[in-house]
């Protein structure tokens, strides 16, 4: 992982191994939670690291059946021991952050505190999915939604009584218990393209980045030199998440600074074509630099 020095602010430790995820869109022939479940248990068996699944209420055609993604990890939590899951990413302003904050307590428990929790703002662009629903369009309001979101999880798993009144959500004197395992709480990556400002300050302010669309190893170099930045008071992992194909040069992305690798796959691929990918076995340890 990341994690600051306590001279010069440096965000990165010695170089480690970058470690590897399947990072899988719970669509069609993956749409079934216990067809997703055993995958987690033979990624498990296989030697990776973690599994991540997409979260989403819809997809643009031709997939047709979405499954979803809390309840699918609740199972995965208690068929395997080791991995770390979460959504990746869960947009934070279609839902109640109060509703988010027992379920990421509770699954955080159920995994023995293995969750991260990816967020982001969402997109309407393949699935239509915030504008079927009613949902906020504008990207400044969506984010304003995310960031109060994020204020009162993290109050909420401190233990402690939450008492927020902000522009978009009231929590008045509740008390969120049990608490998660990990301390001070669930890790959060925020998602986000690399060179808008917004998501990388948001970042700066938790566990992770996950920098989408990259196309080159300098645009992971810029993300960590502009975290290391805007984190030199801070202190803890920190991880840099980046998404590929399997197959792909990683040795260059984890050189730049990234820690962990999502293997993508496209919307509605084969149950067939990951299990590939699974059983082929996360890549040779690829070493980040110092």
């Known amino acids: 992982m990341i994690e600051p020095t306590p001279n010069g602010g440096r965000l990165f430790e010695p170089a480690t191994a970058l470690r590897s995820a399947l990072w899988l869109p719970v669509f069609d022939e993956l749409a079934d939670p216990v067809v997703i479940t055993r995958l987690a248990v033979e990624a498990e068996e296989a030697g990776w690291d973690g599994v991540f699944l997409w979260d989403h209420l819809r997809w643009q055609a031709p997939v047709r059946q979405v499954a979803d993604p809390w309840i699918t990890l609740a199972a995965i939590a208690t068929a395997t021991e080791r991995l770390r899951l979460g959504p990746m990413i869960t947009p934070l302003a279609r839902r109640r952050p109060t509703k988010v904050a027992k379920e990421t307590a509770t699954l ?40 109060e979101s994020l204020e009162i999880l993290t109050a909420a798993w401190s233990g402690q009584s939450v008492h927020h009144h902000g522009e978009h959500y009231v929590v008045d004197d509740i008390e969120f218990l049990p608490r998660p395992v990990q301390e001070p709480g669930v890790p959060v990556w925020v998602g986000g393209f690399p060179g808008k400002v917004a998501p990388m300050r948001r970042a700066a302010k938790y566990d992770g980045f996950f920098p989408v669309n990259l196309e080159h190893p300098d645009q992971v170099a810029e993300v960590a030199a502009t975290l290391t930045d805007l984190r030199q008071d801070a202190t803890g992992p920190y991880d840099i998440a980046v998404a590929f194909p399997p197959g792909t040069d990683l040795a ?39």
């Open 252 to 290: 260059p992305y984890a050189a730049a600074g990234a820690t962990w690798w999502m293997a993508e796959f496209p919307p509605g691929v084969a149950l067939d074509q990951v299990r590939g990918a699974l059983r082929d076995g996360p890549p040779a340890p690829t070493v980040r630099r110092s």
């Open 108 to 147: 955080d428990r159920l995994s023995g505190g293995r969750l991260t929790l990816g967020v982001g703002l969402g997109s309407d662009r393949f699935g239509a999915e915030l504008s079927k629903t009613g949902e906020p369009l504008n990207d400044r309001r969506r984010g304003q939604m995310l960031d």
